[in-house]
């Protein structure tokens, strides 16, 4: 018998409702290729020809983008990797509406070109009242490129050696400095740099000092660091990043840097991520003085690391909006999250899986507040589970400590637990090896 004969055309089967709906949804190619697919599994005999449009439908992926949801069970609140902070319900709405035509540059009552992100600049504004003005760029890395760029390039940027840190994944501060045409000037020693070591740099070149918070070490010992309020008499900018982009003090985090009090302490222009602590979208702020935020919103490089109207939406609605995930995630309480894993624990035990409860250790992550652990609860699972969780659907990323897997309930939401449950059920149930 002659196979090919049999294989449903292309147009023929393309025009399957189901599949009209596929293309509107996911585009022709990616329907294409799964109708190809399943016409070859006709040509070798593994599959009926009735069921060309079954087999293309179920091996449709489930979205237009590869990237894929997935649940944070790490214990790492901002995990780089996954993405940092998870938006709001609130921002992912603002996303949504934003998305097509919006009113990001234009007055709507007057007909007019308006102020790029006036929305959530004055969300801004309203949040840190002690700066001046506020502008928003791509990451906080381009925030200090831009800074570096507008007030120093040509000049010097006097730093601590203390705070001449690498961030992750070979990002080193100083080398994205000099990238401006700015020039370091290293000031004081690794563990200890006073004021007089500042003063003793500046001069006519100066274009500002700098202070580095170094989010992910710590030294110890015999340290000592000349304060913002230090160096804020010393009649140069002093520019501050804070890093993580706390605007306020966060007493759970005490050492974790402000933006409200640097700027306070005479800190002339603050620089901070918006995907970490603030939990919003990913973005740089520059909060501080009118005069050097306009000069860096003047410089040409400004337009290339301008943010789109995403990021202004869902920056905007973070500000707003109500308590975000990293907020509750921070939050929550260790005997719910210790009642959680315990129910948790139990579904599975009685389905057959080797779970339990166990107490955990969660941390901020993306940089922040390293000395901190927060106490969590675990559910602790085989370690041949880890892959097929994170292959399943919704994938679950834990993390391996101790033999075990553990999936840290403090990063996902109440709401997930079932989601989890189903998920380490699937797990339990794949085959071996797979
Ligand atoms: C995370 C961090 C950065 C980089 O911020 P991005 O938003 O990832 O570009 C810069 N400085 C400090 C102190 C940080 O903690």
Redesign the pocket.
Known sequence: MDGRRRVPRTDTVLAAPELVAAQGRLGRAAVKEAVAAAQRRVRHGELSPDDVVRAAVAALPARAAALRPVINATGVLLHTNLGRAPLSAAAIEAVTAAAGAADVEFDLATGRRARRGRDALDALARAVPAAEDAHVVN????A?VLAAAALARGREIVVSRGELVE?GDG?R?PDLLVSTGARLREVGTTNRTSREDYAAALGPDTGFVLK??P??YRIEGFTGAAGIAELAGLGVPVVA????GLLRPEPLLPDEPDAATALGSGADLVTA?G??LLGGP?A?LLLGRRDLVERCRRHPLARALRVDKLTLAALEATLRGPATPVDEALRADPEELAARAAALAGTLARAGLDARAVPSAAAVG???APGVTLPSAAVSLPVRLAAPLRTGEPPVVGRIEGGRLLLDLRAVPAARDGDVARAALAAHAAPEGE
Do not use: T
């Open positions: 990451n906080n890395a381009a200090l961030i990002f501060i580095v918070h989010s992910n990043d804070v890093g993580s991520s995907d970490k990913q740089g993306g940089g922040g």
